[in-house]
T-cell receptor, first 116, second 110 residues
């Protein structure tokens, strides 16, 4: 049962344009969402997070949007840069029910390639 | 760099053997979580340790066990290795909200 889904295994975007990565979830108990970026031979690097009480969170070039009614979130990167080429994972947790146990449920990842 | 370190970086074992993986958490973090990432998949939660006690477990059999030490470093032990245990094992430490990951240990079971 895949509770967090990233339906696009790969995405190619021209340098300077906007990259939009999508994530859907099925568990309505999820109340905290994160995006991680992963380069080969490295562990995932935290990018940005959003709590379910918000619908948008911005940090520099990265913005995460949350649509709770659709159980959908997206990560926008603008402008896209060659160093953004990596695998991006969406993750979710149910913090209210599992306070102190921040079990993360991950999607399968989207490989983003920025074309110079 | 997160300050989370893992050892070894790579390991080759044969089916039936036992393995111990190690993780040093970021300074000030008292919670360590372990994840298994199979090829082409996202990380899967194995278990979490908080102040030396197991604090939640994913859908993994009992041959996956762990420890957390007073300095909050942690070990993951896997007994009776199976071919499907071949994966990247990730450790993440956290103090309050966000989990920060180490580089992982790549385990190959032959």
């Amino acid at each position: 049962d895949q509770q967090v889904k990233q339906n696009s295994p790969s995405l190619s975007v021209q340098e300077g344009r906007i990259s939009i990565l999508n994530c859907d979830y099925t568990n309505s108990m999820f109340d905290y969402f994160l995006w991680y970026k992963k380069y080969p031979a490295e562990g995932p690097t935290f990018l940005i997070s959003i709590s379910s009480i918000k619908d948008k969170n911005e940090d520099g070039r990265f913005t995460v949007f949350l649509n709770k009614s659709a159980k959908h979130l997206s990560l926008h990167i603008v402008p896209s840069q060659p160093g953004d080429s990596a695998v991006y994972f969406c993750a979710a947790s149910d913090r209210e029910s599992n306070f102190g146990n921040e079990k993360l449920t991950f999607g399968t990842g989207t490989r983003l390639t920025i074309i110079p | 760099e997160t300050g989370v370190t893992q050892s070894p970086t790579h390991l080759i074992k044969t089916r039936g053997q036992q393995v111990t993986l190690r993780c040093s958490s970021q300074s000030g973090h008292n919670t360590v979580s372990w994840y298994q990432q199979a090829l082409g998949q996202g990380p899967q939660f194995i278990f979490q340790y908080y102040r030396e006690e197991e604090n939640g477990r994913g859908n993994f059999p009992p041959r996956f066990s762990g420890l957390q030490f007073p300095n909050y470093s942690s070990e993951l032990n896997v007994n009776a290795l199976e071919l499907d245990d071949s994966a990247l094992y990730l450790c993440a430490s956290s103090g309050s909200e966000t989990q920060y990951f180490g580089p992982g240990t790549r385990l190959l079971v032959l």
